[in-house]
């Protein structure tokens, strides 16, 4: 759902006021989200977890917690299980490693970029009937 409601951010406009608020509700609560990961990697870990840029490919799915299942966006805790890479949300990565000395922590986009799409992202408003009514006939 929050892949869903950034994708919608980004390309569709929204009339519906109610669908709106949701969405821009999960925007902001994503954002909150990720400032506060990234806070407390800072606090606990300070340099000694790396947060590497990896930008999401083209058609990428949703990425998903391998051990809750809970949707993972932007900020993904990468382990190895059995030669390959999985990812982790930050709770399940700490249970694992609570060091994170074998997890990578990868980014998607920048929290600036993110911030942007929040900012542009505005109910649309569609011109009524009787306003367009109005400007033929003043015309």
Not at 35 to 60: A, C, I, M, N, P
Not at 126 to 135: F, H
């Amino acid at each position: 759902m929050v892949h869903l409601s950034w994708n919608i951010a980004r390309n569709i406009r929204i009339n519906d006021r109610h669908l709106f608020e949701l969405i821009k509700f999960i925007l902001h609560q994503s954002l909150k989200y990720i400032q506060l990961t990234l806070s407390y990697l800072e606090q606990q870990f300070g340099r000694g977890v790396d947060v590497r840029k990896q930008l999401r490919v083209l058609h990428e799915p949703a990425h998903y917690c391998i051990t809750c299942d809970y949707e993972v966006f932007n900020i993904l805790f990468i382990t190895e299980i059995d030669r390959k890479h999985v990812v982790r949300c930050l709770d399940c990565a700490l249970q694992h490693d609570r060091q994170l000395d074998n997890v990578v922590v990868l980014y998607q986009y920048t929290l600036e970029d993110l911030k942007t799409v929040y900012d542009q992202f505005q109910l649309y408003i569609l011109p009524t009937l009787n306003s367009t009514a109005r400007s033929i006939t003043n015309t």
